[in-house]
Nanobody, 121 residues
Framework: QVQLVESGGGLVQPGGSLRLSCEAS????????KGWYRQAPGKERELVAL???????DYADSVKGRFTISGDNAKNTVFLQMNSLIPEDTAVYYC???????????????WGRGTLVTVSS
């Protein structure tokens, strides 16, 4: 069974930093891309950042220059370093994996359960 487990959320003041971590568990053969989505109250889920297995990255315009995504293909982990946080970053952040393959199955999308990030003074 494949799972994505996030950690690192919490309460932070505006201007502060947080680092989110996500580890994929299970007998994983490959993951095409890993990343983070977020969903704020009353809003749709949106892409925050994505990193492919070759290292290419993509960011939402609202986080460019403030957030940095990184990953370790060997450990099936992905991280999101969030700096200069603003209240508008408050949301549940979901870890995401695209085209995850095990020895037996292929999962087009896998989602974590989410971790809450609250930016408030």
């Amino acid at each position: 069974q494949v799972q994505l487990v996030e950690s690192g959320g919490g309460l932070v003041q505006p201007g502060g930093s947080l680092r989110l971590s996500c580890e994929a568990s299970g007998t994983i053969k490959s993951i095409n891309a890993k990343g983070w989505y977020r969903q704020a109250p009353g809003k749709e889920r949106e892409l925050v950042a994505l990193i492919t297995s070759s290292g290419a990255t993509d960011y939402a315009d609202s986080v460019k220059g403030r957030f940095t995504i990184s990953g370790d293909n060997a450990k099936n982990t992905v991280f999101l370093q969030m700096n200069s946080l603003i209240p508008e970053d408050t949301a549940v952040y979901y870890c995401y994996a695209r085209d995850l393959r095990t020895q037996i199955h292929r999962h087009l999308e896998v989602w974590g359960r989410g971790t809450l990030v609250t930016v408030s003074s």
